[in-house]
């Protein structure tokens, strides 16, 4: 059958995968809707696990991922869900063992293959795939896209210069930048200023971290630089960043065979400004925070998260604590049940007593509502990129405290380069070092009531006018995502 879009043409219909972690599955959320709104099919492909623990999250039904596909077609989504098992038994620690599964997520390709063959007569409303979007990490799509004969447009969900790092990681090897040498890489002989793109030079530490592993038999080491591989063949590229804030130099050194490499970011970020909501958390969000933050005075609160991963020790926990109690702001902390390592959350004695009057913990936020709300002055965050993206967007300057993967260079770049916040000089780099109370109170001081912060939330908010134009229509990112959606139309034929 042949459907036709509105303007008669015939319709095109993406299938999107993205790697089965939260800020992946979110930007691709985002890029489903966008895409839709634009007259595309899209068909989401999450694992099992991820699709049952956002409809369970999202069971008041805000998410479109709770409704069931055939009313979705009622209502005139072009959006369905499907899922398939990421090959791990249901009680494995996923996040905690990301190493396995990512290996299993390496052979996923004919479980995805015969999941859309047997979906393409399934849904008579929509019309044959046309294209698959795929995260830059999930190379199973490879064969797939080939065995179907559709483009495969590879999805980076990093900043550009991180992406850049990561796809030229095998030449990184033969420069003997990767293994990096974590004993040396806090002075680095040599910058790395071999990649292009024009990216600022990098140093050892703002690669993956899953570089830093001595053993090159190690797994993550392995499955990265598979990747890494896979990563230059795309027949388009998109990527979650703005040319303002990284140019398009960055974007098009993605591009290995010439294919187009587009900025189509902040994705999120046109989609919260016209007020659609693309919800697609792991956990339950507790709204109440944005009624207690209603509460604050403008530009008081701390907003404290780590993201989806990272875990901290107990005692690391502890002397985080003890100093946004020094810092003496009202503080939002969200503590994800398992965000201490091996056991839940314990904060040091009598804590939440003394802070009653100004902190609040939640278990889950709306984060992007949170850091748009104007009692938020300071974001105390991993560095992970969706909530580096989200915080410049938003105008709110940052404190960087990475975990793992790209959050090194987001961190440092935060504070380098774009100059929107700070991050703490201990942070070890085998991760065994705790970051002591002082210094968590002194960074937050220094941010919250000093010339040099009141600087870095200028900088921050020149940004948040650049991340705004770029989406809004007839900005850079909006234009480029138009330029995609056209060429995939005219690759249809
Ligand atoms: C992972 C990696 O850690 C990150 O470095 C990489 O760039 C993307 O994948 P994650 O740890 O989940 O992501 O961090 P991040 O990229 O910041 O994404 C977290 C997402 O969860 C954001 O979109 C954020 O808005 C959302 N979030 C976080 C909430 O909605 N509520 C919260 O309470 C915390």
Redesign the pocket.
């Known amino acids: 059958m042949n459907i036709m879009n509105q303007k008669g043409e015939h319709a095109l219909h993406a299938v999107i995968v993205p790697?089965p972690?939260?800020?992946?599955v979110?930007?691709l959320m985002n890029l489903a809707q966008l895409l839709a709104i634009r007259g595309v099919f899209v068909t989401f492909v999450n694992t099992e696990w991820i699709h049952e623990r956002v409809v369970e999250a999202s069971k008041k039904g805000k998410s479109l991922v709770s409704k069931d596909n055939l009313e979705l077609e009622q209502q005139g989504w072009r959006i369905r869900f499907l899922s398939i098992p990421d090959g791990l038994p249901p009680n494995h620690g996923r996040t905690s063992n990301g190493a396995e599964l990512m290996v299993s997520l390496q052979k996923l390709g004919p479980a995805l293959e015969d999941l859309l063959s047997s979906a393409q007569g399934k849904s008579p409303s929509f019309p044959p795939i046309t294209f698959i979007v795929t995260d830059a990490f999930m190379s199973c799509t490879e064969q797939v896209a080939t065995n179907m004969s559709v483009p495969r447009v590879i999805f980076w969900?990093?900043c550009a210069a991180?992406s850049v790092s990561q796809c030229y990681a095998n030449f990184l090897v033969s420069e003997g930048f990767i293994p990096v040498n974590v004993s040396e890489a806090k002075n680095p002989e040599k910058l790395i200023i071999c990649l292009p793109g024009n990216i600022p030079p990098l140093k050892p530490t703002d690669l993956l971290s899953f570089y830093r592993a001595q053993d090159p038999s190690d797994i993550l080491f392995k499955a990265f630089l598979y990747e890494s591989q896979k990563q230059s063949k795309g027949d388009y590229i998109l990527v979650n960043t703005f040319e303002e804030l990284e140019g398009k130099d960055a974007v098009t050194a993605l591009s290995l065979n010439g294919s187009p490499a587009l900025a189509i970011g902040p994705l999120?970020l046109s989609n919260f400004l016209e007020g659609r909501d693309s919800c697609s958390?792991l956990?339950e969000?507790e709204e109440c925070c944005l009624t207690w933050l209603d509460m604050q005075q403008p530009g008081s609160v701390i907003y404290v998260?780590?993201?989806?991963?990272?875990v901290k020790s107990e005692q690391q926990l502890e002397q985080v604590a003890l100093g946004l109690e020094g810092s003496g702001q009202p503080f939002l902390w969200?503590l994800?049940l398992d965000i201490a390592e091996g056991q839940a959350a314990i904060l040091p004695e009598g804590f939440e007593e003394r802070t009653k009057k100004r902190a609040l913990f939640?278990?889950?936020?709306?984060?992007?509502k949170?850091l748009a709300h104007a009692s938020v002055g300071l974001f105390l965050?991993?560095?992970?990129?969706?909530?580096?993206l989200?915080s410049m967007s938003m105008g709110v300057p940052v404190v960087g405290f990475p975990?793992?993967?790209?959050?090194f260079l987001?961190c440092r770049f935060a504070k380098e380069v774009w100059k929107i916040g700070l991050d703490f000089e201990d942070v070890d780099l085998d991760d065994q070092k705790v970051v002591m109370k002082e210094e968590v109170e002194g960074v937050l001081r220094r941010m919250m009531s000093t010339p040099e912060g009141k600087k870095m939330r200028d900088n921050v908010l020149r940004l948040k006018e650049s991340a705004a134009k770029a989406v809004l229509p007839g900005g850079s990112s909006f234009l480029n995502l138009n330029t995609f959606v056209k060429d995939m139309t005219m690759s249809k034929g």
Do not use: C, K, M
Not at 21 to 24: D, E, L, R, S, Y
Not at 305 to 310: L, P, Q, T, V
Not at 362 to 368: F, I, S
Not at 381 to 388: L, V
């Open positions: 790697t972690a939260q800020g992946h979110n930007a969900p990093l991180a999120f958390s956990w969000e998260s780590f993201g989806s991963i990272a969200v994800r939640v278990r889950w936020a709306p984060q992007a949170v965050t991993h560095s992970g990129w969706n909530s580096t989200e975990y793992f993967g790209d959050q987001n």
